[in-house]
């Protein structure tokens, strides 16, 4: 039975890895837009342990968990490909005053790591998909 590229347990760590950081980034993205809400706690997504997932010991539906919109004005977080991850309260700082707890600096060094590791994943992604050109004759 022939097997999709993505179903390549590497690809499909990947790609899922790529959802992953996406997701997160998106999280961020709306703790940095809330740096000077009143009352707004930092948020990051619930890491995914994707060596288990690697070693195939940790299946994807383990860890999907589901984020719910509570106000119509609250813009949805879902992971590319339509899996959801958890997302978790993650304060920076001590609330200050206004009860924020969001420090402008963790966050942009959360962006620029998430950054990097998504780009480090796509590389990876595309890498793979060359070599398996190259072994099939298309490269």
């Not at 707004?40 to 539906?61: C, H, M, S, W």
């Not at 899996?83 to 924020?100: H, I, K, L, R, T």
């Not at 060094?109 to 992604?125: F, G, K, M, P, W």
Request: glycine letters at 8%; proline letters at 6%.
């Amino acid at each position: 039975m022939p097997v999709g590229l993505n179903e390549m347990p590497l690809l499909a760590m990947l790609k899922q890895r790529m959802s992953w950081l996406s997701a997160r980034q998106n999280v961020l993205a709306q703790n940095v837009a809330n740096v000077d809400t009143p009352g707004y706690t930092a948020r990051d997504l619930k890491p995914v342990n994707f060596e288990d997932i690697l070693q195939g010991t940790t299946t994807p539906t383990q860890f999907q968990g589901g984020m719910v919109v509570t106000d119509p004005h609250h813009i949805s977080i879902t992971a590319q490909s339509g899996e959801d991850f958890s997302d978790v309260s993650s304060p920076d700082v001590e609330a200050n005053p206004s009860g924020n707890t969001v420090s402008l600096e963790q966050e942009m060094i959360r962006v620029s790591d998430t950054q990097a590791e998504y780009q480090a994943a796509s590389n990876l992604y595309a890498k793979a998909m060359g070599m398996m050109k190259t072994a099939i004759g298309h490269g």
